[in-house]
């Protein structure tokens, strides 16, 4: 099995303590999300829902949240 390579966002700000989201491609059209100080977590969907996710969080579909 070959080892996960995570990419870390570009906005993480590069500091090795902050945390932020990373990227992986998994088997076939898997993607894998993880938060960097949550790393055993790991949430993995398919392209097009990563893109629609990542659409809705552009739009402000979570700020409600905050």
Same mark, same amino acid.
């Given at each position: 099995m070959s080892e996960i390579l995570w990419q870390k966002s570009s906005f993480s700000g590069g500091d090795p303590g902050s945390a932020c989201l990373e990227l992986a491609h998994g088997v076939a059209d898997q993607r894998l999300l993880r938060e960097s100080d949550e790393m055993a977590t790991v949430l993995a969907i398919d392209s097009a829902a990563l893109r629609t996710l990542l659409l809705v969080v552009k739009a !402000? !579909?979570?700020?409600?949240?905050a």
């Amino acid at each position: 099995m070959s080892e996960i390579l995570w990419q870390k966002s570009s906005f993480s700000g590069g500091d090795p303590g902050s945390a932020c989201l990373e990227l992986a491609h998994g088997v076939a059209d898997q993607r894998l999300l993880r938060e960097s100080d949550e790393m055993a977590t790991v949430l993995a969907i398919d392209s097009a829902a990563l893109r629609t996710l990542l659409l809705v969080v552009k739009a !402000g !579909g979570f700020d409600h949240l905050a």
